[in-house]
């Protein structure tokens, strides 16, 4: 017999300015971004004009401190802003979770007063990308084994180095970049830096030619004696791998909602085409095997999107979040790679040429499963929560 039994209620609605932003978002994304998604793909062109009316929206500074110039929402707020954005087009999507996330975050939490004042209106404007430079040709899930180095010099860091695989890297005005500053520490010898590409020193190196998110530039930057004030160095020296870790950890909340956003589309695109498509007299939407892979995708993108608004709920309420955002990581990357490969599917031959959107999204899902660490590298984080 129960006593006393007082029934709690889950909170899984938005609350009404959550759906305000969530729509205000969708409907920007259907007039601005989905009418040039699959022009800037095929070109590779950056989405710079869109990036402008979004700044103008304050969507780039979603989750600054409205003392900055913010927008000063919550992590749910932000995650429907990344969602509906990369439901039109992940490239815009990745751009937008990047540059709140892995570069305005870590000067939220760490900077100091004057880094906050200089940055954090710079990049809530949007007159500067951020982007955020740790991964290197030998330390991409192992960030221990980085090779930049950074050491002061006078009143000046002086890193050489390079880092590969950094989104908007060619358009970047702000990065925060990770050196070593002290070699026998190890991983506690990581150290964070607010970098500006104008700084001497500092160059784009290669770009790369990838499978999918063409319209989000990927680049090599490299460090060639480049000074960087002292006054740049972010948290204390040694608090590069803690800061990166942080870091990461809201940045997957960030492409957890993109990879929602690319499965939703490759959802919409399914229903519609089913309804459309005729075979044997009648639309294809009739036929059993249709609706359920339909069924299916509906159901996993719902858990996705769910377990999205948890890790992005824990983050709000200050509590740890590094399993619930790799979970949503995991879980949602997953999705909209069989969500694609549905898509791709029921639409047949069609859905194997680039007259149709779900090519677009077949290419796009991928780097979800890898970008800001790998299915593997959640698998070992969610584990290691539960075994520890």
């Given at each position: 017999?129960?006593?006393?039994?007082?029934?709690?209620?889950?909170?899984?609605?938005?609350?009404?300015?959550?759906?305000?932003?969530?729509?205000?978002?969708?409907?920007?994304?259907?007039?601005?971004?989905?009418?040039?998604?699959?022009?800037?793909?095929?070109?590779?062109?950056?989405?710079?004009?869109?990036?402008?009316?979004?700044?103008?929206?304050?969507?780039?500074?979603?989750?600054?401190?409205?003392?900055?110039?913010?927008?000063?929402?919550?992590?749910?707020?932000?995650?429907?802003?990344?969602?509906?954005?990369?439901?039109?087009?992940?490239?815009?999507?990745?751009?937008?979770?990047?540059?709140?996330?892995?570069?305005?975050?870590?000067?939220?939490?760490?900077?100091?007063?004057?880094?906050?004042?200089?940055?954090?209106?710079?990049?809530?404007?949007?007159?500067?990308?951020?982007?955020?430079?740790?991964?290197?040709?030998?330390?991409?899930?192992?960030?221990?084994?980085?090779?930049?180095?950074?050491?002061?010099?006078?009143?000046?860091?002086?890193?050489?180095?390079?880092?590969?695989?950094?989104?908007?890297?060619?358009?970047?005005?702000?990065?925060?970049?990770?050196?070593?500053?002290?070699?026998?520490?190890?991983?506690?010898?990581?150290?964070?830096?607010?970098?500006?590409?104008?700084?001497?020193g500092y160059k784009v190196g290669s770009i790369f030619e990838k499978l999918g998110i063409n319209a989000s530039l990927t680049s090599e930057l490299i460090f060639e004696d480049m000074e960087v004030p002292k006054e740049n160095l972010l948290g204390a020296e040694g608090d590069g791998f803690k800061i990166a870790l942080a870091t990461l950890d809201g940045g997957r909340i960030g492409i957890a909602s993109q990879a929602v956003g690319i499965a939703q589309a490759a959802l919409?695109?399914?229903?519609?085409?089913?309804?459309?498509?005729?075979?044997?007299?009648?639309?294809?939407?009739?036929?059993?095997?249709?609706?359920?892979?339909?069924?299916?995708?509906?159901?996993?993108?719902?858990?996705?999107?769910?377990?999205?608004?948890?890790?992005?709920?824990?983050?709000?309420?200050?509590?740890?979040?590094?399993?619930?955002?790799?979970?949503?990581?995991?879980?949602?990357?997953?999705?909209?790679?069989?969500?694609?490969?549905?898509?791709?599917?029921?639409?047949?031959?069609?859905?194997?040429?680039?007259?149709?959107?779900?090519?677009?999204?077949?290419?796009?899902?991928?780097?979800?499963?890898?970008?800001?660490?790998?299915?593997?590298?959640?698998?070992?984080?969610?584990?290691?929560?539960?075994?520890?």
């Amino acid at each position: 017999m129960f006593v006393n039994f007082i029934p709690v209620r889950m909170q899984l609605e938005l609350n009404e300015q959550q759906k305000m932003i969530r729509n205000m978002v969708k409907e920007f994304a259907e007039k601005e971004v989905a009418p040039i998604a699959a022009e800037l793909d095929k070109k590779g062109e950056y989405p710079t004009k869109t990036l402008e009316k979004m700044a103008k929206l304050g969507l780039l500074g979603i989750i600054i401190p409205q003392e900055y110039g913010g927008a000063g929402l919550d992590t749910i707020s932000y995650a429907t802003v990344v969602e509906e954005i990369s439901r039109k087009c992940a490239s815009t999507g990745v751009i937008t979770s990047v540059h709140n996330s892995l570069a305005a975050w870590p000067i939220i939490k760490y900077g100091t007063d004057p880094q906050k004042k200089k940055y954090l209106p710079i990049l809530a404007r949007g007159e500067k990308i951020g982007a955020f430079a740790g991964t290197e040709a030998n330390a991409g899930s192992d960030l221990g084994a980085m090779q930049t180095t950074a050491h002061l010099k006078g009143n000046k860091y002086i890193i050489n180095g390079s880092k590969t695989f950094i989104t908007s890297g060619p358009k970047a005005g702000i990065i925060i970049v990770f050196a070593v500053t002290d070699k026998a520490a190890g991983p506690k010898g990581l150290s964070a830096f607010i970098v500006e590409s104008s700084m001497k020193g500092y160059k784009v190196g290669s770009i790369f030619e990838k499978l999918g998110i063409n319209a989000s530039l990927t680049s090599e930057l490299i460090f060639e004696d480049m000074e960087v004030p002292k006054e740049n160095l972010l948290g204390a020296e040694g608090d590069g791998f803690k800061i990166a870790l942080a870091t990461l950890d809201g940045g997957r909340i960030g492409i957890a909602s993109q990879a929602v956003g690319i499965a939703q589309a490759a959802l919409d695109e399914s229903i519609n085409y089913a309804k459309q498509r005729q075979q044997f007299g009648k639309p294809i939407a009739s036929f059993q095997a249709i609706q359920w892979m339909i069924a299916d995708m509906a159901t996993r993108i719902e858990a996705a999107r769910y377990l999205v608004y948890n890790a992005a709920y824990k983050k709000d309420k200050g509590e740890r979040f590094s399993k619930e955002a790799a979970m949503a990581k995991l879980f949602a990357s997953e999705t909209a790679m069989d969500a694609v490969i549905k898509a791709v599917q029921i639409h047949g031959g069609y859905g194997y040429t680039k007259e149709y959107t779900v090519e677009r999204l077949f290419r796009d899902a991928k780097i979800t499963e890898i970008y800001e660490g790998t299915s593997e590298v959640q698998r070992m984080v969610i584990s290691g929560s539960l075994l520890k």
